[in-house]
C-alpha cells in the first residue's frame, strides 16, 4: 500500500506531557501536512513541510512543531500538552497537484 | 482570505433518494474547490476536485459538484443514496499561497444520515 501512513494510531496522555506523532507519505509525494480535528469539527490547518522547511503555518501556538526528513516522512511534536490538545491529528501529502491524500489520523486523548 | 461555508450540519434522506450537500465559498482569487468524505474511524477520501476546468464535475461514486461563480457555491450531489454514503462530507477551498504551497479550508462538514 503506498497510500499515507500515521502512527500511533491511538494515544493517552496527561496533561503537561509531550508528545510525538509520526507520518510516512504517499509514494511520490514531496509535501506534508498536518491537521488537527477536534470532535464535531473540520480538520484545522496546523503546517506544511516541503524540503524539510516548515512552508505555511496555521493559527496555532508554538507548542507545536514539526520536522520533515530527508526521505520526506514527517513527525509533529506537542509540547505542555492542555486538554483542549485532545483530538484525531490528520497528516497529508501532496504534490505539484494539489491534491491532498490523507492518513486515517493518529487519536490523541489528554487526561 | 478565503472561507468556506457549510450550510447544513446534517442532511437526512431515505436510501434510493437524492443528495444535495450545499457548499458556499469566499475567496480572494479564483479557486480551487473539493468534497472529501470521512467515514466513521477513516481518514479523509477525495470525491471530487473543481480547478477552473468545467463547471461540472464528476466524482467516484456518483457523486457530482457545480462550480456556480455567480452564487460561489459548490454544492454537492447524487442521484440516488446507498446506505455505504452515510458519512461526514467536507467541502474545501484552496488556493495559492506564497512560495507555491496551497493552503486548504475545510468547511465544519455535513453528516449526511440514510434511512433505509
Known amino acids: 500500500d503506498a497510500g499515507v501512513t500515521q502512527s500511533p494510531t491511538h494515544l493517552i496522555k496527561t496533561r503537561g506531557q509531550q508528545v510525538t506523532l509520526r507520518c510516512s507519505p ?68 501532496s504534490s505539484l497537484a494539489n491534491v491532498l491524500t490523507f492518513g486515517a489520523g493518529s487519536r490523541l486523548t489528554v487526561l | 482570505a478565503q472561507s468556506v461555508t457549510q450550510l447544513d450540519s446534517h442532511v437526512s434522506v431515505s436510501e434510493g433518494t437524492p443528495v444535495l450537500l450545499r457548499c458556499n465559498y469566499s475567496s480572494s482569487y479564483s479557486p480551487s474547490l473539493f468534497w472529501y468524505v470521512q467515514h466513521p474511524n477513516k481518514g479523509l477520501q477525495l470525491l471530487l476536485k473543481y480547478t477552473s476546468a468545467a ?12 462550480f456556480k461563480k455567480s452564487e460561489t457555491s459548490f454544492h454537492l450531489t447524487k442521484p ?9 462530507y467536507f467541502c474545501v477551498v484552496s488556493w495559492g499561497a506564497s512560495g507555491g504551497s496551497y493552503i486548504p479550508t475545510f468547511g465544519r462538514g455535513t453528516s449526511l444520515i440514510v434511512h433505509p
Open chain 2, 55 to 66: 463547471t461540472l464535475v464528476k466524482g467516484i461514486n456518483g457523486f457530482e459538484a457545480e
Open chain 2, 80 to 88: 440516488s443514496a446507498h446506505m455505504s454514503d452515510a458519512a461526514e
Open chain 1, 26 to 93: 504517499k509514494s511520490g509525494h514531496d509535501t506534508v501536512s498536518w491537521y488537527q480535528q477536534a470532535l464535531g469539527q473540520g480538520p484545522q490547518f496546523i503546517f506544511q513541510y516541503y524540503e524539510e522547511e516548515e512552508r505555511q503555518r496555521g493559527n496555532f501556538p508554538d507548542r507545536f512543531s514539526g520536522h520533515q526528513f530527508p526521505n520526506y516522512s514527517s513527525e509533529l511534536n506537542v509540547n505542555a500538552l492542555l486538554l483542549g490538545d485532545s483530538a484525531l491529528y490528520l497528516c497529508a501529502s
